[in-house]
T-cell receptor
Framework: EAGVTQFPSHSVIEKGQTVTLRCDPI?????LYWYRRVMGKEIKFLLH????????ESGMPNNRFLAERTGGTYSTLKVQPAELEDSGVYFC???????????FGPGTRLTVL | QKEVEQNSGPLSVPEGAIASLNCTYS??????FFWYRQYSGKSPELIMS????GDKEDGRFTAQLNKASQYVSLLIRDSQPSDSATYLC????????????FGTGTKLQVIP
């Protein structure tokens, strides 16, 4: 069974540009999560989808971040315009509806110059 | 106070010894707890979950939960150099959703 996949693995952009990250969850997992780890800090929750609906977006830092999950399958996280402090590793995770166990993807390392 | 507290380490143990990793949490309503292992530059990998007070064993790993003391631990028996990684303690959201709050992680070094 394929795990959670993320694309791209690395992205280097200039401040003010736009970047879109993609996550494909494990097949059959209705729950999809985005997390972020900035340098030296803990992994922090950004938001949670149940199928195509946003269940909790309390961790989204500001309105420059937009997450979508059309059709309840893959998800995208767009940062527009990117700022220096957005640099970090963005992880996606998925889980089955009933359990709390989340399986993480390899992450996208975003560097904003 | 951080929601999930861990000693950042590094914790160094000789090969074959027991490694003991500790974690405390502040939200008494937390119901689910997880230990993730993260190798440098890689994604977190779930190695243990625990929901009830007491011990839960899986191979060389034992998770211990004490809700009264708000304390979670992970014991690794017969530590191997391949166990060298950062271990992340995490808790699930007490509201019933799956939002997970992580600690900063403890770096474990197993010395051959």
């Amino acid at each position: 069974e394929a795990g959670v996949t993320q694309f791209p693995s690395h992205s280097v952009i200039e401040k003010g540009q736009t970047v879109t990250l993609r996550c494909d969850p494990i097949s059959g997992h209705d729950n999809l999560y985005w997390y972020r780890r900035v340098m030296g800090k803990e992994i922090k929750f950004l938001l949670h989808f149940v199928k195509e609906s946003k269940q909790d977006e309390s961790g989204m830092p500001n309105n420059r971040f937009l997450a979508e999950r059309t059709g309840g399958t893959y998800s995208t996280l767009k940062v527009q315009p990117a700022e220096l402090e957005d640099s970090g590793v963005y992880f996606c995770a998925s889980s089955q509806l009933i359990t709390g166990e989340q399986f993480f993807g390899p992450g996208t390392r975003l560097t904003v110059l | 106070q951080k929601e999930v507290e861990q000693n950042s380490g590094p914790l160094s143990v000789p090969e074959g010894a027991i490694a003991s990793l500790n974690c405390t949490y502040s939200d008494r309503g937390s119901q689910s707890f997880f230990w993730y292992r993260q190798y440098s530059g890689k994604s977190p990998e779930l190695i243990m979950s625990i929901y009830s007070n007491g011990d839960k064993e899986d191979g060389r790993f034992t998770a211990q939960l004490n809700k009264a003391s708000q304390y979670v631990s992970l014991l690794i028996r017969d530590s191997q150099p391949s166990d060298s990684a950062t271990y992340l303690c995490a808790r699930g959201n007490s509201g019933g959703y799956q939002k997970v709050t992580f600690g900063t992680g403890t770096k474990l070094q197993v010395i051959p």
